[in-house]
């Protein structure tokens, strides 16, 4: 796998200046202009320097043909600069007057005339420095987000640069309008463009999205969860599925209400589409609040599903907390140290999933080439290294984490849905299983989904084996099964049949140690339960 | 077209006898409003009353893609009664006439000057008469209240004019609107008016402007301070008189001067001009002029106007404007033409010059100013000619009555023409009006607008 960015063939590009000077001398004219700039702003000279941005690639979260999304750090310190021309209004009175209702103007004679002075302001040693979040998705677009403000610094020359206050004022005001230019509209703008140029349809049926929205809150029990596993990995049979769901009844129907599916969709697809409003559910605990010394954000796995856990006390039904369950492994949690292991021991692929546990084998090669910097190639190893990765990643405000969408190869309208059929999945054994340990022992409840996470990480695995044999469920009547199938088989095909033999032998051997510790620890809670600490507030049912 | 408000505003000035013109602010008007005439937007219905001679309502109705409108009131304490305010009678140069003749300075004592040149024949003699009458009258001076409020976008004028003394006057104007930051604007403007010389003081709330501009006059009347009140029967007695002595040197103008300065306090900005002006007197026999020149030194914006009554009919103006900064440079000219054919001025083809109409009117003119020559001429004054002229004068002006309608048209140098045909049909006075950009000849007619206001 390879990433070519080439800086040069934008810029040989013979026709590309002119394209892209008339594009902003369009678009710095579309908005009306303040009183005090009297002609259209021209675009004179843009070059974007020979010297390309220094890339650094942060975590790649998903990879498909048709999907991408990756965090990157960017650095910029090149040659490149804008220079634009337009007049302004020189007389302070006439810009004052020209606001103004007449009626209760001063009028005056001639103190007000117009003197226009051109102004030619080149902006040069423009040093950006910002962390890039990339989503790209052929359904949705290219979305670009800035984490932090790009722009570091700028320097702005123009036609009074020998009067010391106009030369501060517009290097004030350029700046500020920059940063909002890149904070705000930059992203927008490169949405709309990918969209026009890969899914015109898509800007048509912007106003068709509430619609679909509705769908998101179909209750996951009503229809049978994908290729269903119980507790231990081991594939349940439909009748056994119709039970769950069955006695699932009420508390089921509660846990999965209209309203907060709803509301989890939109958390997700917050995090999917780098939307910047993330709608706040009520009696919702974050992890992120249980204080900074729980949180270790530089060791966070970024490869981790968020998990829907379930507190433990059934009265409070509604408190909810969302945790991603690899940053819990390095929690004060009494189960933890069994999953520390799982996930070093078995290369990671209980979270890896298929996709990775397949890439664990071979070595693969990622070449970023910027041309200048070809040395700089980046060689990362793949399989259990997504916490080398997140080692790179600086901290963050909030966790990375990518969402259960990876595993799931549909498109985005339903992947929420698809997901919670896996989420029920992980509640269901859990469930089941909550009720085995809590008997004997006082096992803390986030104990729980971190069982939850190794045998549901598996089926897909064991799916994407079964498939030659078996037809999956078909379970999400949206998509067509097919085309499904299809995308399950092509990336096994892609490979050699041992490959996926191994693979798969290993998937199964993961999954065996996982339930032995699991078993073992069952048989005998005290030792496990030993370091039982309290749980961190957060996890505390209120 | 004046609103009708105007129009009542500038009678009740005359009524108090208040110069509106003898302002720095009012320096070129003449030009200004023969070049810069508004053109109406869209379609605008006015219905106004001066109910009582003391109160007056205007009710508007526009359409300009929206329908908007506003709602005026305006009161007076001096009585408004020798106005004519019915849309039938009104005199249409008084709301039309853009030439502005220069008023006598020392026209609180004189009550009689060039009655109705310019149609105004209401308030020349309100002007004296009236004022006196109303300083005799009441002691505590005069005040004009006037509101309005435009509907859809509620925004609401005030104004408050209040005269102190003879030569004080203090104006208020004030807008609110919520859009406008602090949700509105005041204006106070302190006017002092010496005759010879005026005054203003103006504060603004927005950026704390402050302002002071003054006018001041010499040349011509009032020059020679032995020199009686103007009137025409005084200058053509004195014409008559010492025409090859020093009368030979008089020179039927005036000369003004004057400048204003502005300085902002909040935003620390400022702005001054100075200016001239010289006007033709009424007792101006040839035709009457206006020329000024304005001078920004601190934008370096050079201002020269030419504004002519050719005929009586006919008026034109230029403008130059020149920036020895930037180089740029702007001209422009107007005109104003009247007409008395019946259907509102020009639909019958025929100007004035050669109408059937007037066929009896010109050969008195003719005689008349073919007399004022001889008179010119000869040196000994005839009590004879003093008749017949002032018949012709009242001739004139009923025949000026009878203009129904006027021409205005403009032209500047990126060849747009702004053309507005005003008249009276019935007793309806409209306004039609249109922008035509000669550059872009494919969609030459940039807005088109009618107005039509009618008043009893």
Known sequence: MAFNFNWSPLTADAGFYKRARDLLTTALNKSPKPPIIVDDIIVTEFNLGSVPPDLEILEIGDLAEDRFRGIFKMCYSGDAFLTLKTRVQANPLNTYLSAKPSFTSPQPLAAASSLTIPLQITLSEIKLSAFIILVFSKQKGLTIVFRNDPLESLKVSSTFDSIQFVRDYLQRTIEGKLRDLMMDELPAIIHRLSLQLWCPDQIVKEDEEPKEADEHGVNPLATPPQDPVDLHGHVLDPAAISELSLDGGPEAQLLFSQKTLLRLSDITNAQVTSSLDTSAPKDVLFRAWAGPDKVDATNTPPLSTPNLVRSSSYASAHTYTFSDGGSQDHGSLPSRPSMVHLNSATAGLSLGAGRHSKAGRKKKTRVVNLRRKAETEVNSEQGDESSEIASTAPPMSEPVMPHPILEVPEEEPVSSRVRFSRSSDLQQPRRSSMREPSKNTDVPIPSVPINGIAPASQPTVQSSEKQAITSPAPIADAIPTDSKAEWRRSRPMSDTSSVILEQAWIMKMAGEIARRVYDEKNRNPSFWDDRDDAPPPAYEAR | ????????????????????????????????????????????????????????????????????????????????????????????????????????????????????????????????????????????????????????????????????TPALQVQLSAVSERSLRNGGTLLGLVQYDKGKYGVEGLASTDGGLLGIRGLYNFGGDCSSAAMPPASITNSAQNNGNVQL????????????????????????????????????????????????????????????????????????????????????????????????????????????????????????????????????????????????????????????????????????????????????????????????????????????????????
């Not at chain 2, 422009?332 to 020009?346: D, H, I, K, T, Y």
């Not at chain 2, 009590?383 to 004068?393: F, G, H, R, V, Y």
């Open chain 2, 245 to 456: 002595g020093g009368e030979r040197e008089r020179i039927y103008g005036r000369f003004s001067a004057g400048g204003e300065v502005y300085y902002g306090t909040l935003n620390k900005s400022g702005g001054m001009s100075l200016g001239a002006r010289f006007a033709t007197l009424p007792a101006h026999r040839g035709t009457p002029l206006t020329a000024t020149l304005t001078i920004n030194p601190l934008m370096g914006n050079i201002n020269a106007t030419y504004a002519v009554l050719a005929k009586d009919y006919c008026s034109l103006a230029t403008r130059m404007e020149f920036n020895v900064y930037s180089y740029e440079s702007e001209w422009a000219v107007g005109m104003e033409l009247w007409s008395n054919r019946r259907p509102a001025g020009f639909l019958l083809g025929a100007l004035p010059s050669n109408q059937p109409e007037r066929d009896p009117e010109p050969p008195r003119r003719n005689e008349r100013s073919f007399q004022a020559k001889m008179e010119w001429r000869l040196d000994d004054p005839k009590p004879e000619p003093k008749a017949p002229k002032t018949e012709a004068t009242l001739a004139a002006t009923e025949n000026m009555e009878e203009y129904r309608g006027v021409l205005k048209a403009r032209l500047d140098q990126n060849l747009r023409v702004g053309l507005l045909w005003e008249g009276r049909v019935k007793s309806l006075i409209f306004s039609l009006g249109t922008g035509v950009d000669l550059r872009k000849l494919g969609e030459p007619f940039r807005s088109l607008g009618l107005e039509v206001q009618y008043s009893s």
């Open chain 2, 1 to 164: 077209m004046r609103e009708f408000m105007h129009h009542i505003t500038n009678a009740f000035y005359g009524a108090t006898g208040w110069n509106d013109d003898n302002t720095y602010k009012e320096l070129n008007a003449t030009a200004r409003e023969l070049i810069d005439f508004p053109v109406p937007r869209g379609l605008r219905l006015t219905l106004s009353s001066l109910a009582t001679p003391h109160f007056a309502t205007s009710y508007q109705l526009g359409s300009v893609g929206i329908v908007d409108g506003s709602i005026s009131y305006l009161h007076s304490t001096v009585p408004l009664t020798d106005i004519a305010a019915q849309s039938d009678r009104i005199p249409l140069p008084a709301l039309l006439r853009s030439y502005r003749r220069l008023h006598d300075l020392g026209s609180r004592e004189s009550s009689q000057r060039q009655p109705g040149k310019d149609g105004t024949t209401t308030e020349p003699p309100s002007h004296g008469s009236v004022s006196a009458a109303c300083w005799s009258l009441g002691k505590n001076g005069s005040s004009l209240l006037y509101g309005r409020l435009y509907l859809p976008q509620s925004l609401l004028e005030g104004l408050v004019v209040r005269r102190f």
